[in-house]
Each structure stands twice: as C-alpha cells, then as structure tokens.
C-alpha cells in the first residue's frame, strides 16, 4: 500500500523535481508539473498521455481514474494512493516525471 509519504520521497528523488504549494495540494514539477498530492495525502493526480491513461486505468480501475473534467480527456490522472504497491505508484511517477521535463531531459 502506498501512501502520501510514499509519493512525495519517490518524486523528489526523480531529477529536477521540486516541490511547491498549488492551491491546496503540493506539487511536484520540473519544467511543468506532473503531479499533486492531495492534502490528506490519500490522492494524487499524475500527468499521463490519454493513451496511458486509458490502458493503465483498464489494469487497475480500482486505483486509477481519469479526472473528471477537461484535464481528464488530456491524461490527468487521479490515483488512489492505497491501492497501490510503492512498486506501481514508483512506475506511475516517473511516467508522469516524462511528461513534466523537456525532451532531451526525459531520458531516465
């Protein structure tokens, strides 16, 4: 089982990762932010392509879960941080870690 602790240590340790208040969650950017973690500390939501969302949400729905608006149709992800190994949300980050720096710097 994950959690919000989880999340926070494993984004600050991928490259270039800051942390900083964005309305009431935390997030974590680079050059674009590619997650938040809800202030409870029981969701996030990562930045995926729709085509990741789509499969990664069909492997575990009851985890995952596009967000329900606009942001949802381009990727952005809610994560429900327990039902989750810290194996999967690891992957998960640096998935959305991708989508947050510039080209030449997402190779990892």
């Given amino acids: 089982m994950a959690t919000g602790k989880d999340l926070r240590r494993m984004a600050l340790s991928l490259e270039g990762t800051t942390e900083a208040p964005h309305f009431d ?3 974590f950017k680079v050059a674009r932010i590619y997650a938040t973690l809800a202030a409870d500390g029981k969701t996030a ?3 995926l392509s729709p085509e990741e969302q789509e499969f990664k949400c069909m492997l575990a729905p009851e985890a995952l879960a596009p ?4 942001w949802g149709r381009q990727g952005w992800t ?13 992957d998960l980050l640096e998935t959305a870690w991708r989508h947050g720096v510039p080209a030449k710097r997402a190779k990892r």
């Avoid at 967000?67 to 606009?70: D, E, I, L, S």
């Avoid at 429900?80 to 999967?88: P, Q, R, V």
Wanted: charged share 20%; aromatic share 0%; proline share 4%.
């Fill in 67 to 70: 967000v329900p608006n606009a």
């Fill in 25 to 27: 969650k935390a997030a």
């Fill in 78 to 90: 809610t994560a429900t941080l327990s039902k989750l190994k810290a194996s999967e949300l690891h």
């Fill in 45 to 47: 939501n990562l930045k």
